[in-house]
C-alpha cells in the first residue's frame, strides 16, 4: 500500500525518475525508516519533564512495544508540538531529584533499554536483527547532547562523543574542516555498519573554508559526510540549541506527522523562476493525501497569513534577501514579519544567507527556528538560486520516501553544486516526508503512569479554583494549562469569564495572548496586551501580525511596541495612520527616536524615510 503512493506520484509528475546510487541508497533509507515507524507501536500520550535527568529515565522507559514523545516542560514548544500531536493523555512528571553523573554510561545505557536491552547498544540491536543507518554525534557537555539520545535511541542509530567543534561565531579553517571530517568518516568507518546518515547535536559554526571547494566558505552540514577528495558517503543533519529546543526537535522529527502543506512563492513565473514555483503540486498532493494551501508572495498577502499564525507542517517559501530582510513580489520585510507558527513545522527556504547566524533571533534563520520550525534547509552564504533543487523534484523525491533533508541536495554528478557547497541542514536527516499513510503512525491507548499528573485533572482542579475564589492567578493557572491541553475555545471563554468579574490583570492576560491571537479575538487579545509589564518578542510579534484587523485607536499602542531592530519595517506600515492624524511632523518624531541606534539596513532606511518626510 505504501510503495503504490511512490509510484502514483512518479507517474503524475512528468519527471524521470533518477537512477542514480545516491537517489536508490536514500530512497532505501527512507523506506527502513517508515518500515520500523510502522513496527514501533506510538502511545498516544505525551510525557512532559522537568529536567535532563528524568527526561533520560523516561527515555529508558521506551521499548519495541511503546514510545512516546518527550518534552521538557515550557510554555513555548511543549504546548505547540501538544496542538499537533492531539494526545489521548498529557502526563506531568516529577523530577527523579538526581543529576547525571556519567553521561556517557547513561545515555548508552538509555538506547540499549529502548531496544531491549541493559547496557549495551550493539547487542540490543543484534537481538533486534536492526542494522543501523545512522550515526549520532555529540558532545557530552553541549545542551543538544538530549536529543542525540533521543534520535538514538528512537532510530536505533550508533551514538558517539567527540569533542567541542568550536564556537558558532568561529568559522572553521581548513585544518579544522579537514580533522572533523576525517574524524566523522573514521567514526562512521568504526561502526562497520551501512551508515548514510551522520546528525550532529551540538554547537558549531555553519561556515567552513575547504580546500576543495569552488568557492568559500561553505556549510558544514555539507562538508560532514564527505571523504578527503570531497566524495559523499553520507548525508549531514544539524542540531544545536538549548535542551528544551533540542529534545523539541527530536520529538517532532520522531513522532508528528506531515500531511499539511503551505507554498509562498514570490518568484515571477517566467524564466528560470518558473521551475522553482509550485508546477503541478496542487494537482498531485491531495491524491496522495496531504493538503496544500498556496499564498502568492505579496505584502498584503502575507499579512494576511500573519493574522493569527500558520499550522501547515511543511511550508515551502521562497524569497530573495539577506539574513536581515526578504524581498518579496512587491516589497521588502523584516524578519519580524515572517509568520507565527501555531504547531511545529519543516521548513524548505530558496532564500540568500538566513543561516548564516542561525542562533541569532533576530535574522531570517533565527526567527525561523525561534517560531518553532525543526527542520530546517537554507544557506549559509549567496548559494546562486541553482544551488537549490526546484521544490517540484524535492517533493518528487520525499513522495518516493527520499528522507526531507536529503531530499534538498543534488545527488553526486547533478552539476557544480552536488559538491561541497553553501546550503546547511538542520534537523534530523532520517525524517521522513512521505504520502500521508506513511507519517500516520500506529497509535495505542495511553499507559496509566501512578507516577505522574494527568494535566487534564490538574487543569480541572484549577477550573475549579478559578471558579470559586476568582483572582488573577488563579484565572492565569487554569488558562495556562487549557492553553497547554491546546483547548483554544475553552481558554477564550476563560479570558472574558475573568474579564467580566474584573479579575483579568498581568498574570492571565500572560497566559491568553497567544490564543487570542490564534483565535484572531482582536478586542479581547488588545485588552490583554495593554495588561502586560514588559512584552516580550513573541509577544511584540504577535502584536504587529495582528495590526491590520485593529482599529485605528489602537494606532498609539503600536507606537509603543515598535520593534528596534527593525524599526523601520514597524513604521512603514503605521506611516498612513501617524500621518492622517499627526501629520508628517509625527511621522518625524517617530523616526529621530529610533534613528540613534539604528544600525545596517534599519539605519538607511529610517535615513531614506526620514527625506521621505522632509527631515
Excluded at 508528528?256 to 512563492?265: D, M, S, V
Amino acid at each position: 500500500m505504501i510503495f503504490m503512493h511512490a509510484l502514483l506520484l512518479a507517474t503524475i509528475v512528468q519527471t524521470s525518475t533518477p537512477t542514480d546510487i545516491e537517489f536508490q541508497t536514500a530512497a532505501a533509507a527512507g523506506q527502513k525508516v517508515v518500515q520500523l515507524q510502522h513496527a514501533l507501536p506510538l502511545v498516544n500520550q505525551v510525557v512532559l519533564v522537568p529536567d535532563e535527568a528524568t527526561y533520560l529515565d523516561e527515555l529508558s522507559k521506551w521499548s519495541t512495544e511503546a514510545r512516546w514523545p518527550v518534552l521538557y516542560d515550557d510554555n513555548r514548544f511543549a504546548p505547540m508540538f501538544i496542538r499537533k500531536f492531539r494526545p489521548q493523555k498529557v502526563w506531568r512528571r516529577p523530577s527523579i531529584g538526581q543529576p547525571v553523573e556519567d553521561f556517557k554510561t547513561t545515555s548508552r545505557q538509555v538506547v540499549a533499554k529502548a531496544w531491549g536491552g541493559t547496557a549495551s547498544p550493539n547487542i540490543a540491536f543484534a537481538d533486534n536483527e536492526l542494522e543501523p543507518i545512522g550515526l549520532v554525534i555529540t558532545n557530552k557537555d553541549d545542551p543538544a547532547r538530549v536529543a542525540a539520545v533521543a534520535l538514538a535511541a528512537g532510530r536505533g542509530q550508533r551514538l558517539r562523543f567527540v569533542e567541542k567543534w568550536g564556537e558558532e561565531q568561529v568559522m572553521w579553517s581548513e585544518s579544522d574542516s579537514t580533522q572533523r571530517m576525517e574524524k566523522v568518516q573514521t567514526l562512521v568507518q568504526e561502526t562497520n555498519d551501512e551508515i548514510v546518515t551522520i546528525t550532529v547535536c551540538m554547537s558549531m559554526s555553519p561556515r567552513a573554508h575547504y580546500a576543495r571547494a569552488k568557492e568559500n566558505p561553505v556549510a558544514t552540514t555539507d562538508l560532514l559526510g564527505r571523504d578527503k577528495e570531497g566524495v559523499r558517503f553520507a548525508w549531514c543533519g544539524w542540531v544545536f540549541g538549548s535542551q528544551k529546543s533540542s529534545a523539541y526537535i527530536a520529538a517532532c522529527s520522531l513522532f508528528l506527522p506531515r500531511t499539511n502543506y503551505w507554498f509562498c512563492n514570490t518568484y515571477p513565473d517566467s524564466g528560470v523562476w518558473r521551475q522553482y514555483g509550485i508546477g503541478n503540486l496542487e494537482e498531485v498532493l491531495p491524491k496522495l493525501d496531504i493538503t496544500l494551501t498556496t499564498t502568492d508572495g505579496t505584502l498584503e498577502a502575507l499579512y494576511k497569513v500573519d493574522n493569527g499564525g500558520v499550522d501547515e507542517d511543511v511550508i515551502f517559501f521562497t524569497s530573495k534577501g539577506n539574513q536581515d530582510f526578504l524581498e518579496l513580489a512587491d516589497g521588502r520585510i523584516a524578519p519580524t514579519w515572517l509568520p507565527v507558527l501555531n504547531t511545529p513545522a519543516a521548513l524548505y527556504f530558496l532564500h540568500s544567507w538566513s543561516l548564516k547566524k542561525p542562533s541569532n533571533r533576530v535574522t531570517v534563520g533565527g526567527t525561523w527556528l525561534d517560531r518553532g520550525v525543526y527542520a530546517y534547509v537554507g544557506s549559509s552564504h549567496e548559494p546562486v538560486l541553482q544551488a537549490f533543487v526546484p521544490p517540484m523534484e524535492v517533493v518528487r523525491r520525499t513522495m518516493n520516501f527520499v528522507p526531507f533533508l536529503i531530499a534538498s541536495r543534488w545527488f553526486a554528478g547533478q552539476g557544480i553544486h552536488s559538491n561541497s557547497w553553501r546550503l546547511n541542514t538542520i534537523g534530523d536527516p532520517l525524517m521522513v516526508c512521505g504520502p500521508g499513510p506513511t507519517t500516520n503512525r500506529r497509535r495505542v491507548d495511553a499507559i496509566d503512569r501512578t507516577n505522574c499528573t494527568d494535566v487534564v485533572a490538574e487543569a480541572k482542579l484549577f477550573l475549579m479554583q478559578a471558579k470559586e475564589n476568582p483572582s488573577d492567578a488563579s484565572f492565569a493557572k487554569a488558562i495556562e494549562l487549557v492553553s497547554l491541553l491546546g483547548r483554544n475555545k475553552i481558554v477564550v471563554q476563560l479570558w472574558h469569564a475573568a474579564n467580566g468579574q474584573g479579575v483579568a490583570e498581568k498574570l492571565t492576560a500572560k497566559s491568553a495572548l497567544a490564543t487570542l491571537f490564534r483565535a484572531q479575538a482582536v478586542d479581547a487579545f488588545l485588552w490583554a496586551y495593554r495588561l502586560l509589564e514588559t512584552p516580550n518578542r513573541h509577544e511584540q510579534d504577535m502584536l504587529w501580525q495582528l495590526a491590520s484587523l485593529f482599529p485605528e485607536s489602537a494606532i498609539s499602542l503600536l507606537i509603543d511596541n515598535i520593534r528596534g531592530v527593525y524599526a523601520c519595517d514597524d513604521i512603514r506600515l503605521i506611516a498612513p495612520i501617524v500621518e492622517k492624524n499627526q501629520g508628517k511632523q509625527g511621522i518625524l518624531s517617530i523616526i529621530n527616536t529610533y534613528l540613534p541606534k539604528a544600525r545596517g539596513r534599519n539605519e538607511r532606511e529610517l535615513k531614506r524615510m526620514l527625506k521621505e518626510y522632509g527631515g
